[in-house]
Every structure is written in C-alpha cells, then in structure tokens.
C-alpha cells in the first residue's frame, strides 16, 4: 500500500474533542481557553487545570510556537507515514504544547528553539491535519 491509498489516522475523539477537530478542518485551529483565569489547555477537557472553573470557550490560536523537541523515524508505522518522517513537541505561544510535525524540512540539531508556524495540511485522503513549518 503506498502513501496515496493509505488513509490517515483517525483522531482520537474524547468527550471533548470535537470543537477541535472541526475547527482544524475548518484551517483555524481554536483551543479551550478559560474565561476564569485565562489559562489555554490542550488537550481539551471538561474543567480549567489551572482554577477548576468549568467556564471554558473554544478559542482561535495564533499559530505561532517554538520547537520543543523532534525525533526523525526511519522505520514505517503507519501506511500513511512512509519513513523518513518526523515527529514535533511544539510549545504553542500561548501555552500548551502539541505533538505534530515539521513540514518543509526534516527537524536536525539546530531545530530546538527554533520559531514555527501552523500550517493546515490535507493528507491523500483529504483528512485535514495541523503541522508546522519554520517561522524564521
Ligand atoms: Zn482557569
């Protein structure tokens, strides 16, 4: 099976990952933000980590992060991921932090600290996916 017919993961959907996904096929990304204390949380979940309030809203992000760290795979796991490919720990600016990958260039030992932007990517399948790509 090749990279074209192979479909895309599924995301997981929890209790409350929906909001998320649809804004992500919708190409802006938005993230539970409290009303309470403002604190951003990924993943989503039912009560702020920071306060406990339950008041939470679906938020748009800026789509900017740093690259916390990276791995390159050179073994194939997924049919949709032909190796070599990369997996990101972006720390978005405005807190959490997401497992996603670099588009564009394979991360090396120069990536950590590096600025990033989000990017929505559409996989053979037509699932659309939020990656990254070097800001700088
Ligand atoms: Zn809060």
């Not at 204390?37 to 979940?45: K, L, R, T």
């Amino acid at each position: 099976m090749n990279a074209i017919e192979a479909k895309t993961p599924k995301p997981v959907m929890g209790l409350y990952d929906r909001p998320m996904w649809e804004s992500i096929s919708a190409r802006a990304m938005r993230l539970q933000r409290c009303r309470a204390c403002s604190a951003w949380q990924y993943p989503p979940g039912p009560s702020c980590p920071q306060c406990l309030s339950c008041e939470l809203e679906w938020t748009e992000v800026s789509g900017r992060g740093k690259i916390l760290s990276w791995v390159v795979f050179h073994r194939q796991y997924l049919p949709a991921y032909p190796a070599p490919y990369n997996s990101i720990a972006v720390r978005l600016a405005e807190g959490p932090t997401m497992i996603t990958n670099l588009e564009g260039a394979m991360p090396g030992a120069d990536s950590i600290g590096r600025d990033v932007r989000l990017v929505y990517v559409t996989m053979p399948d037509g699932m659309v996916l939020p990656r990254f790509e070097l800001a700088d």
